[in-house]
């Protein structure tokens, strides 16, 4: 083996452990372990739940904000056949857009699969001091049918998974 083959790889494996070292004390040293996690939350922040759940584990209301009698009992029909928990159907005062969800941190996860149905036009309406993890669904003047399973699955994709609402934590992964 010639000189300069032998310096070439002392060279490189010295590169090689440089570059080992670096990489040992950045992870070492790693000062945002817990950004992003419930053990990195402000105090009073609430743990919004990620979890995107099956359809038969998602309660919602749904609400009729248009000028369409009965609107609410057919979507609701529509969600039932769907497997999806119809709590209750209503009315509501009028809204200029597709939909409306209203949930809080424990339905962070059951209104992302929702916003889906929608085709992610449905307007989002966190509220941090809902409690329970029932979403309600409030159905407004743009809206004309919920989406295809096709539709859903493609718009879930399109859409990524669940993020934490500002001003709140994910909550840690149940196990």
């Not at 497997?83 to 159907?89: D, E």
Request: hydrophobic residues 40%.
């Amino acid at each position: 083996m010639s000189f300069a083959r032998v310096r070439a790889l002392v060279v490189v494996g010295l590169l090689a452990i440089i570059a080992l070292v670096f990489v040992v004390v950045a992870v070492v040293r790693d000062s945002q372990g817990n950004v992003g996690t419930a053990a990195g939350c402000p105090e009073g922040w609430p743990l919004a739940d990620l979890t995107l759940r099956e359809r038969k584990d998602v309660k919602i209301n749904v609400f009729n904000a248009t000028d369409q009698p009965g609107l609410a009992h057919t979507v609701a029909d529509e969600f039932s056949n769907r497997q999806f928990q119809v709590k209750k159907t209503g009315n509501e005062k009028k809204v200029d857009s597709v939909a409306v969800l209203r949930y809080g941190p424990k339905g962070v996860g059951s209104a992302h699969l929702l916003q889906a149905y929608f085709l992610n036009n449905a307007v989002p309406g966190y509220d941090p001091k809902r409690t329970d993890d029932t979403v309600d669904v409030v159905l407004g003047n743009r809206f004309q049918q919920l989406a295809t399973t096709t539709e859903v699955n493609q718009s879930l994709g399109d859409s990524g998974p669940p993020e934490a609402p500002k001003g709140s934590c994910p909550s840690p992964p149940a196990k």
